[in-house]
């Protein structure tokens, strides 16, 4: 079904004839006829209009690997949804051709969100992820949706980058997230993203202490932030302001987009990450998008047993017992 859906934005103000955003941190000033940075906040006259509402560009079911998640639910599917825009602006993006659209040109499907619950539910998936764009500016469609989905489990694949009451309302929502920390430095998030740095870790902090499962990605760029300096202030931040158990997923670059220059991520790189992350007392430690054996499967942080086994997108859990290694009972962070 399709269709013109007018949403009123869910979190703003208006003050002298703007209207204040109060979404993401970047607070944008919209007047009437404008649209905020992510492209999707359109200033009407008497209101902002979440002008993506329910407007849907991808739609796949998704091994819940390829989220990346590792230790929610392995080997299940994931019903994998996402629009267009972004709240950031990075150079990088290895997603440009759905972030950087700002008007959904032309290329969506208008899903209702009982429509979207009702294909979830007829395809026999218990998990809905927000993914591919931002799943931030989507807001006031996760929220219907989850008003809707009982028995359905929401996740995000994110940028972090949300302001502290509507992450509330999603941390509310969702049972686990994928987190994208870019870098780990001030001068990188302003120089590539257009974003900052502090709100992404405030959102990773706050879903541990909302129980949400959180896992994170890294993307390795190299030169700009895979430095030793970078890399250990962010696995030093996870060991001891989160939890050493998060799952981190150190990710290859290939030039993309607007950065072109350099060269991509090699497997060397991303073994150097991984040590790195060992070092600093990291116990799942994953290396994406380039085949490196010693980077996809769980193993044992105490008897060394493999317990999760993945080849490409197939999954082998018999090493779990429930969500405990079969062979020494040790927890392993894993939602079964
Ligand atoms: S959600 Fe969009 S419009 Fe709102 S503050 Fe963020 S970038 Fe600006």
Known sequence: MSGIVVKQA???RTVGGRHVCGLCPHGCRILPGSRGICGTRLGGEGALVADNYG?????NIDP????????????????????????????????????????????????????????????????LAFTYNEPTIWHEYVMDVHSLADGLDLI???????????????LDRIAAINIDVKGFSE????????????????????????????????????????????????????ADVLDAHVPVHFSAFHRDHRMRDGRDTSAEDLLHAKKTAGEAGLKFVYLGNLPIKEGRDTVCPSCGATVVTRTGYQTETDGLDGGNCAACGEQVNMRV
């Open 187 to 238: 001068e990188f998030y302003r120089k590539v993203t257009n974003a900052h740095l502090a709100p992404v870790l405030e959102t990773a902090e706050a879903c541990l202490a909302a129980g949400v499962h959180l896992e994170l990605t890294y993307l390795l760029i190299p030169g700009l932030n895979d430095d030793d300096t970078q890399l250990q202030d962010f696995c030093v931040w996870v």
């Open 55 to 59: 407007k849907v560009v991808a739609m």
């Open 64 to 127: 819940m690997e390829k989220k990346p998640l590792y230790h929610f639910r392995p080997g299940e599917l994931v019903m994998s949804v996402g629009g267009y825009g972004c709240n950031m602006d990075c150079l990088h993006c290895q997603n440009h051709s759905l972030s950087t659209v700002r008007d959904g040109g032309g290329r969506h499907r208008t899903i209702p969100p009982q429509e979207l619950v009702g294909i979830c539910r007829s395809e026999g998936v218990r998990n």
């Open 156 to 170: 995000y694949v994110s940028n972090g980058y949300i302001s502290p009451e509507p992450r509330k309302e999603v």
């Open 10 to 12: 869910r979190h703003y």
